[in-house]
């Protein structure tokens, strides 16, 4: 079996399109961040409490909510959560704000609500799966983490992509890689849906992959250029991605098989994580095609329109 | 080739048993037992409770300050420079000793008594007017923040294993030297265990200077607005129906957590809980001392205030001397006697702590998670490798071979390293597998380009992996860089989650290239040039 024999797509004529597709979906999720659910921060990242409890029968929010309010438990949101695939709906996340400027009280919250679903749901109707305590110190500490190890594994690769191909092929790379990053983290803005660690570590995961994509696309460029001096680089870059477009369907979409069954039978745990997955396999596959490999074409007309002598990039041969 | 193929495949088959053997160890009680024997489940997978602490380690360094300003005055006075005061600089600057009232004459002297053995922690300045001051060095307050952190590791262990938790872990944690990550697995009831560490159980006895007092305020007033600079306000236990209360007492304790041998929960003449103390003999001795000093029938009659976690828990008269045995009597429940005699008897803790960060995930959810992950895992798996049949044939099954050998070799290095395997990790496991089929369809893809031009099956294979070589390198050290960076700025899950993508990337690198090429060759031994090749 094969798909996309001789594919023999002008992918460069279409890069307004593709202007205009990215600017959309990234302008619409920057103007989420900045005007609408700003970026929704887990817990991990704001502190404060969030208690999970799963419940016998199917809960009555109101219910809970009377209940918290009775026990003087203020500012508690509630929030059934349930799988993607429709699960589970019998379960309740109860977040509750940082209380105090400080670490201290540290456990009163939690004591609060065990104590009021203890009066309100006896006979363990209500059971308590899961509690997550962050106190403001550490949360903002895990904030700077996340983002540090995300501008150094930028930068990691970066000086990789520098090494092995040209400065500029690092820098387009970058920046389909940041494209990325932007408008997975807009669509989690836009679907109001939490950032968390772990949804962080998918963000990693999805830069990882969409570098990946990103190489071979590139890779394939250096090959053709070391082969044929006289055609056009835009040519060249048309070529390649033509050439390289069967094996990025296909592993794109298995990559993307395996993240989907993540997505619907992962559990609700890892909700956000497979969320962030979902979206960043198909824009990053996109990206390589639309962002990145355009960007080299740009710089050179570029660089030629400014009357310098035109260097193709990626002079330093590849090694098969 | 024939005899290098045979060796090559006797190397993948003795890599393949070894790390069969990482999984299941020696085989025994079935393959599910050793499975759970060998892999080790975070805590979001078998549940428990997971706990960032922050010790307050400048307190310590603030208390080893004061105590040596105290020696010092002491010290200076032996020496015979008599109005020499040495304190504790204030709160801005808690490593700096001000000594003030040396006179012009006696500045020598003052010095070779700052050289002495008791302060080579601290460099040494002459101020303005004639103060001098001793400010402790970096190097030695960066160690007693190591020390009082390793302390309170071990007050902490001490603490966990008395309450029989099995396999816990507490280590140091994060970027900064002052935080400590407990994890307790499996526990069914962690609030306990939490009053237990919570508890700092910092115990101090002070000398009584003022009050009581219905508020700060009032004290001050009583003091014409100063607090004096060797004494402290400190607050009662807050206690139901009882009016607040403050009291002034002396900034220095005459005995701190670290002077208690033992402690022993008890109960008083009028059957409350209570908690019986012995000293040490060096503190027994200092006790002693300022009792007898401070007796009801001495010149100077005092009280004691038995400070438990900066708040007093009670004030009692010194009736006669003490040397090293004494009761605690604070309102206390049983359960609180039983557990503070427990933390004094482990040894204090050496500065109070706080808590960054408590995470509980219970057993149910745990189950439910790992059922729901590994099922993603299989059914993910399970359709790649269906597709990979259909759509590359005969080359499908050294794929679907090559996925198999790198899930069996991720996890067999799981087991051999002990490594943890999390939620975020088996998302790891899906990832490998989607890196391992983007190699694996790299090559097959430029070996049907060969063939498309016209190669034979053998050169084609050659030319396919030759090629995709280049690419699949370039793709897996991009990886890798960023599992090497998550790695060392995540934290928990996120790092389980970088160890399993790493090195399953190396996994893959050996299944995806090695194994299929060997398989691919084996199938094209010894068969005519011009054989077709199923792909």
Request: glycine share 10%; hydrophobic share 45%.
């Given at each position: 079996?094969?798909?996309f ?14 202007l205009g ?6 302008v619409?999720?920057?103007?989420s961040?900045?005007f ?6 887990g817990?991990?990242f ?19 909510r009377?209940?918290?309010?009775k ?9 059934r959560?349930?799988?993607p695939?429709?699960h589970?709906?019998?379960?309740v ?11 201290q ?5 939690r004591q609060a609500?065990?104590?009021a679903?203890?009066t309100?749901?006896r006979?363990?109707k ?15 500490q895990?904030q700077?983490q996340a983002?540090l ?20 092929y690092?820098?387009?790379a970058?920046?389909?890689?940041f494209?990325?990053?932007l408008?997975?983290v ?9 950032i ?6 998918a963000?990693l ?7 990946n ?8 460029i250096?090959e053709?250029?070391?082969m ?5 680089l835009?040519?060249?870059?048309n070529?390649?991605?033509?050439q ?30 497979s969320?962030?997955l979902?979206?960043?396999i198909?824009i ?5 095609i ?9 710089y050179?007309e570029?660089?030629s ?6 260097s193709?990039?990626?002079n ?5 | 080739?024939?005899k290098?193929?045979s ?13 069969v053997?990482?999984?299941?160890g ?5 393959l599910?037992?050793?499975l759970?024997r060998?892999?080790?489940?975070g ?7 997971h706990?960032v602490l922050?010790?307050?380690a400048?307190?310590a360094?603030?208390?080893?300050v004061?105590?040596?300003a ?7 006075q032996?020496?015979g420079?008599?109005?020499a ?12 000793i ?5 006179p012009?004459a006696?500045q020598?002297d003052?010095r070779?008594?700052f050289?002495g ?17 001793l ?5 030695s307050a960066n ?5 009082t952190v ?8 001490e ?5 029989g ?6 280590q140091?944690?994060g ?10 697995p ?9 009053d237990?560490?919570q508890?700092?159980?910092k115990?101090e006895?002070?000398a ?12 001050l007033?009583?003091?014409n ?11 009662g ?8 209360q ?10 701190e957590g670290?002077?208690f041998r033992?402690a022993?929960?008890?109960t ?6 209570n908690?019986t103390f012995?000293?040490t003999?060096?503190?027994g001795?200092?006790?002693y001392?300022?009792?007898n000093?401070h ?17 007093v ?9 003490i ?28 500065a109070?702590?706080s808590f960054?960060e408590?995470?509980?995930v ?5 189950a ?5 992950g ?14 990979m ?7 499908g099954?050294?794929?679907d071979l ?12 799981m087991g ?12 790891g ?6 890196m ?9 893809e430029?070996?049907r380009?060969?063939?498309r031009?016209?190669?034979s099956a ?20 991009t990886?890798?860089?960023?599992a090497?960076?998550l790695f060392?700025?995540g ?9 399993t ?17 060997v ?7 010894g ?8 792909i």
């Amino acid at each position: 079996m094969e798909f996309f024999r001789n594919t023999n797509i002008d992918w460069l004529g279409k890069k307004w399109y593709f202007l205009g597709f990215s600017l959309i979906f990234s302008v619409s999720g920057v103007l989420s961040m900045l005007f609408w659910h700003g970026i929704p921060k887990g817990v991990d990242f704001t502190g404060g409490t969030q208690i999970r409890v799963a419940f016998d029968g199917t809960p009555n929010e109101d219910h809970i909510r009377q209940a918290m309010d009775k026990a003087g438990v203020r500012d508690a949101r509630i929030q059934r959560v349930s799988d993607p695939s429709g699960h589970a709906a019998n379960k309740v996340i109860i977040a509750l704000p940082i209380n105090s400027a400080t670490d201290q009280a540290h456990d009163a919250g939690r004591q609060a609500v065990e104590n009021a679903l203890a009066t309100n749901y006896r006979d363990s109707k209500a059971t308590i799966e899961q509690v997550e305590i962050v106190g403001p110190t550490a949360g903002k500490q895990l904030q700077q983490q996340a983002l540090l190890a995300t501008v150094y594994s930028l930068i990691g690769m970066l000086i990789y992509l520098w090494f092995r191909f040209e400065l500029i092929y690092g820098v387009a790379a970058v920046v389909a890689v940041f494209h990325d990053t932007l408008i997975t983290v807009g669509a989690f803005s836009l679907t109001n849906t939490e950032i968390t660690l772990t949804v962080i570590a998918a963000l990693l995961t999805l830069i990882g992959y969409s570098m990946n994509d990103t190489i071979v696309v590139f890779d394939r460029i250096r090959e053709n250029l070391g082969m044929n001096r006289r055609e056009g680089l835009a040519d060249v870059v048309n070529r390649s991605i033509n050439q390289t477009l069967s094996r990025t369907v296909l592993t794109s979409g298995l990559t993307f098989l395996t993240v989907l069954s993540l997505y619907l039978f992962g559990g609700e745990v890892l909700h956000g994580f497979s969320f962030a997955l979902v979206v960043g396999i198909l824009i990053g596959t996109y990206s390589s095609i639309a962002v990145a490999a355009p960007m080299l074409v740009a710089y050179q007309e570029w660089r030629s329109g400014r009357g310098k002598t035109v260097s193709l990039p990626a002079n330093k041969k590849a090694r098969a | 080739m024939g005899k290098n193929l045979s060796g090559k495949t006797v190397f993948i088959v003795a890599v393949l048993l070894v790390f069969v053997y990482g999984i299941v160890g020696i085989p025994k009680g079935g393959l599910r037992a050793s499975l759970e024997r060998r892999i080790n489940l975070g805590l979001d997978l078998k549940g428990g409770t997971h706990l960032v602490l922050e010790v307050h380690a400048n307190e310590a360094v603030a208390s080893a300050v004061d105590r040596d300003a105290v020696r010092l005055t002491t010290d200076l006075q032996a020496a015979g420079i008599s109005g020499a005061t040495a304190a504790r600089s204030d709160a801005s600057k808690p490593t700096t000793i001000v000594v003030s009232g040396i006179p012009v004459a006696k500045q020598s002297d003052a010095r070779s008594v700052f050289n002495g053995v008791n302060y080579n922690a601290y460099d040494v300045a002459s101020g303005a007017d004639g103060t001098m001051t001793l400010t402790m060095k970096q190097q030695s307050a960066n160690d007693l923040v190591t020390r009082t952190v390793d302390t309170s590791i071990e007050t902490i262990r001490e603490r966990i294993d008395k309450l029989g938790v099995a396999e816990p872990t507490i280590q140091k944690y994060g970027l900064g030297e002052n935080q400590i990550l407990v994890e307790l697995p499996g526990l069914d009831d962690p609030a306990r265990v939490e009053d237990v560490i919570q508890s700092t159980a910092k115990l101090e006895i002070h000398a009584v200077t003022g009050g009581p007092y219905a508020s700060d305020q009032d004290a001050l007033q009583a003091n014409n607005g100063i607090i004096p600079p060797d004494s402290i306000l400190v607050k009662g236990a807050a206690q139901a129906g009882a009016p607040e209360q403050v009291w002034l007492l002396k900034r220095v304790s005459e005995v701190e957590g670290t002077d208690f041998r033992d402690a022993q929960p008890s109960t008083d003449q009028n059957g409350r809980p209570n908690i019986t103390f012995t000293l040490t003999t060096e503190a027994g001795d200092r006790f002693y001392k300022y009792t007898n000093e401070h007796s009801a029938t001495s010149a100077t009659p005092g009280s004691m205030a038995i400070v438990l976690d900066n708040k007093v828990r009670e004030v009692a008269g010194i009736n006669s001397a003490i040397r090293d045995r004494g009761e605690i009597v604070g309102g206390f429940t049983k359960q609180q006697a039983a557990d503070l005699s427990l933390m004094l008897r482990t040894g204090a803790l050496p500065a109070s702590i706080s808590f960054l960060e408590t995470r509980t995930v219970g057993p149910s959810l745990g189950a439910a998670s790992i059922r729901q992950g590994v099922f993603a895992a299989i059914a993910g798996m399970a359709a790649v490798m269906v597709f990979m049949l259909i759509y590359y044939r005969g080359a499908g099954i050294n794929a679907d071979l090559a996925l198999v050998l790198n899930l069996i070799i991720l996890l067999g290095f799981m087991g051999f390293t002990g490594s943890t395997l999390t939620l975020p990790g088996i998302a790891g496991v899906i990832l490998t597998i989607g890196m391992g089929v983007d190699s694996n369809v790299l090559i097959f893809e430029r070996i049907r380009e060969e063939l498309r031009a016209g190669k034979s099956a053998a050169i084609a294979v050659q030319q396919g992996f030759a090629h995709a070589w280049v690419t699949i390198i370039d793709t897996h050290v991009t990886t890798i860089v960023s599992a090497l960076i998550l790695f060392l700025f995540g934290t928990g899950p996120v790092r389980g989650f970088a160890v399993t993508l790493a090195f399953g990337l190396l996994a893959n690198l050996f299944t995806a290239v090695f194994v299929s090429r060997v398989i691919f060759d084996s199938h094209l031994q010894g068969k005519e040039r011009g054989a077709a090749l199923s792909i």
